[in-house]
């Protein structure tokens, strides 16, 4: 198990997992396999947006389009699964192409924690298929925010004045209410760690 039942800390294992994971996610991207497709927008400002919601308020519903063809509500995992949005600004871009394949990775911490991952950009579907293609495919779907443009980013706060959204994580219990929420800096990866802690305490 990646988490002690008996004590509640992370075990050796865990902190290897965790590892494995970091190296694993910078290696693919440093890799040839975006070579020659990926934009650097250069440093970027940390925070550009406002939240509109709190860690205790019901999350805002949405539905949106996901790049296998299927629409995804939120409402659907009330009371079925923990849900992680994990909105970030790009395709294309170095820390987002560093972040999701760092998440395909660790699908059984997920599971581990009964926790469904959502991503969401607000670039269009054909640019994500295409993007999440060249990463070999995830195992979370893949959301459009792109029309209405950004709806979704806007409805939580995390929509930037230049129309992408910044690179925030909100998770969010079985009964819809919001449990965290990160709005981190856009020019850096969030911390796995910190997503895993969250998650263990909503098992707990």
């Not at 965790?18 to 250069?42: D, H, Q, R």
Request: aromatic share 12%; glycine share 8%.
């Amino acid at each position: 198990m990646f988490v002690s039942k008996n004590r509640g800390v992370i075990t050796i294992l865990g902190f290897i997992t965790i590892f494995t994971i970091f190296i694993c996610a910078t290696a693919y991207s440093e890799s040839g396999a975006f070579k020659g497709s990926i934009y650097n927008p250069g440093k970027l400002k940390p925070i550009d947006s406002s939240l509109k919601v709190k860690i205790g308020d019901k999350a805002p519903g949405f539905t949106l389009p996901a790049i296998d063809g299927k629409n995804i509500s939120l409402n659907q995992f009330r009371g079925k699964k923990n849900v992680v949005l994990s909105f970030v600004p790009a395709a294309w871009t170095p820390i987002c192409s560093d972040q999701w394949p760092g998440y395909n990775i660790a699908k059984e911490i997920f599971d581990e924690y009964d926790a469904v991952l959502l991503g969401i950009t607000t670039d269009n579907i054909p640019t994500l298929f295409a993007w999440t293609n060249a990463m070999g495919g995830v195992w979370f779907p893949v959301l459009s925010d792109f029309w209405p443009h950004g709806e979704v980013a806007d409805s939580y706060g995390v929509l930037r004045s230049d129309g992408i959204s910044d690179r925030a994580i909100f998770i969010i219990d079985k009964n819809g209410i919001i449990s965290f929420i990160d709005v981190n800096d856009i020019n850096v990866r969030p911390r796995l760690e910190v997503i895993v802690d969250e998650l263990k305490k909503l098992k707990d």
